[in-house]
C-alpha cells in the first residue's frame, strides 16, 4: 500500500469553500483511480463523495453532485477534491484513497468543519 498525503482540510464558514488535495508520499508509476470519502461523526461507515477512473471519467455521490468537483494531475499524480457551497452537514473527516490493482490506499483522513 502507498502512503498518501492529504493537505486543505479546515475551519470554513457555511458557503464557503475548500480544496483538497491528495498525493503519494512516494513515487508511483502510471495512472491509478483515486477518490475521495468521508466520515461523520456516529456514523460507522464512510460516504463515497467522488472518483476518477483512469481515463478521467468522474462520479459523484448523489449528495455532492453539483457541489464537489474532483479532479486529477496525472503528472504528479495528485487528485483534488473541490468543495463549494459548503455545508454544516458536510463536516466530518475527509479522506482519499488510491487503486492501484486490487489495492486500496487510504490516507488518515482530515477534518472538515462547516461552522458560522
Known amino acids: 500500500q502507498e502512503p498518501l498525503v492529504e493537505t486543505g482540510g479546515g475551519l470554513v464558514q457555511p458557503g464557503g469553500s475548500l480544496r483538497l488535495s491528495c498525493a503519494p508520499s512516494?513515487?508511483?508509476?502510471?495512472?491509478?483511480?483515486m477518490g475521495w470519502a468521508r466520515q461523520t461523526p456516529g456514523k460507522s461507515a464512510r460516504e463515497l463523495l467522488a472518483?476518477?477512473?483512469?481515463?478521467?471519467?468522474?462520479y459523484y455521490g448523489d449528495s455532492v453532485k453539483g457541489r464537489f468537483t474532483i479532479s486529477r494531475d496525472n503528472a504528479a499524480p495528485t487528485a483534488y477534491l473541490q468543495l463549494n457551497n459548503l455545508q454544516p452537514a458536510d463536516t466530518a473527516v475527509y479522506s482519499c484513497?488510491?487503486?492501484?490493482?486490487?489495492?486500496?490506499?487510504w490516507g488518515q483522513g482530515m477534518q472538515v468543519t462547516v461552522s458560522s
Open positions: 484513497y488510491l487503486n492501484i490493482g486490487a489495492s486500496v490506499s
Open positions: 512516494g513515487s508511483i508509476s502510471g495512472i491509478h483511480p
Open positions: 472518483r476518477i477512473i483512469i481515463d478521467g471519467t468522474t
